[in-house]
Structures are given as structure tokens and as C-alpha cells.
């Protein structure tokens, strides 16, 4: 059984830094890719960033220079570093895996596991 268990969110002012974890049992798809999605009150779950069996990751034009993708496959725990937070990176934030080697990381779609989401609120 597949679990995925998001940690690290909370409340920040802007300007200020976080770092989300998600720990990942139960997922043997090395090859897979996994990712993080955000989804702010009224609107649709958005990609973050996503990174590939091969250590390569894309991220969104909205967060690019700001958060980072990363993971250490020897602890099975995948990272989102958010720095320079702004009050519009509010949201509930999720981790997901996929079983495809080259994901979409806008497309929710393109995922199969999901993490129940951990809250971030950055104030102004």
C-alpha cells in the first residue's frame, strides 16, 4: 500500500521560508516521477514542481527561483524548500507519485498516489 504523508507546512510572513517533506512508504516505481500541487480556497489543484527518475525537475513559473524539488531517495522523502514566501503561495500543498517516467507536472492527472495535503499560509 502506497502511503504518502506530507509534513512542514504551517504559517509564515511573507518573505519567510518553509520546508514541506513527504514521506514515502509503500512505492516501489523507481522509475516513476513524483511531484508537488498546491490548491488555494475556490480554485484548481495547481503543479508546483516535479522530479524525474534521472534527479532532472521542472517547476512553475510562479515559484521558479524561489522553491526547490528535491528528495533523498535513501530516507524514501521527497522536499519542497519554499523560500521568499508570498502571500499568494497560500494554499493546502500536496505530494503525489506517478508510475510515469516523464509526468506532467501541471497535470493532476498524471498522478496516482496523493498525500492528504499539509497547510501553508503566508500573511502580508
Known amino acids: 500500500q502506497v502511503q504518502l504523508v506530507e509534513s512542514g507546512g504551517g504559517s509564515v510572513q511573507a518573505g519567510g521560508s518553509l520546508r514541506l517533506s513527504c514521506a514515502v512508504s509503500?512505492?516501489?516505481?523507481?522509475?516513476?516521477?513524483m511531484g508537488w500541487f498546491r490548491q488555494a480556497p475556490g480554485k484548481d489543484r495547481e503543479g508546483v514542481a516535479a522530479i524525474y527518475y534521472d534527479g532532472s525537475t521542472n517547476h512553475a513559473g510562479s515559484v521558479k527561483g524561489r522553491f526547490t524539488i528535491s528528495q533523498d531517495n535513501a530516507k524514501n522523502t521527497l522536499y519542497l524548500q519554499m523560500n521568499s514566501l508570498k502571500p499568494e503561495d497560500t494554499a493546502m500543498y500536496y505530494c503525489a507519485a506517478s508510475k510515469k517516467a516523464y509526468c506532467r507536472f501541471s497535470a493532476p492527472a498524471d498522478f496516482v498516489y496523493w498525500g492528504q495535503g499539509t497547510q501553508v499560509t503566508v500573511s502580508s
Open positions: 509503500g512505492y516501489s516505481d523507481s522509475r516513476g516521477c
